[in-house]
């Protein structure tokens, strides 16, 4: 019986995965939720979060609008979703403040800038290999090799 509840908790977190996994993968979500775990530009804490989710939006009954897949705009209400959402993967599971296990989770930022070192050598200081010199070559050769390359 206990293998069963184990295996029961491992499709449970194995779907908890899948499903921020494809949200994240866009990279507008996953720089939200970077700025708001870093604390940029003003955003509020997973604290204030967790409390306008679940005390604010309870008492003064929020509601987003929200798309679908085919394009269908529907209201849904802020506390009612997330009560759902923590029925559904257990509040362990979705809870920032859970003291139990941790899942972890990468995201690649999308905000870092990819950039390769540009760096200028002098001539002197690149090494070539023995094979690459053209000091034995005949006139020629070289020009032929140099015709090649550039």
């Not at 509040?91 to 690649?108: G, H, S, T, V, Y």
Request: with cysteine; proline share 6%; glycine share 2%.
């Amino acid at each position: 019986m206990l293998r069963k509840a184990s295996s029961n908790m491992q499709g449970r977190e194995d779907l908890l995965l899948v499903s921020l996994r494809s949200f994240y993968d866009v990279p507008n979500n996953a720089a939200i939720l970077l700025n708001i775990l870093q604390q940029k530009k003003g955003l509020p804490s997973l604290r204030i979060l967790d409390w306008l989710i679940t005390n604010f939006s309870r008492t003064k009954m929020v509601f987003h609008s929200a798309t679908d897949a085919k394009g269908n705009r529907r209201q849904m209400s802020i506390s009612t979703n997330y009560r759902l959402q923590l029925r559904a993967y257990s509040k362990r599971r979705f809870d920032p403040f859970c003291r139990r296990e941790r899942i972890l989770f990468p995201i690649i930022d999308p905000r870092a800038e990819v950039s390769a070192p540009a760096s200028r050598m002098p001539p002197q200081d690149v090494s070539m290999p023995k094979e690459a010199c053209l000091k034995d070559v005949r006139a020629e050769d070289a020009d032929r090799v140099h015709e090649l390359v550039t």
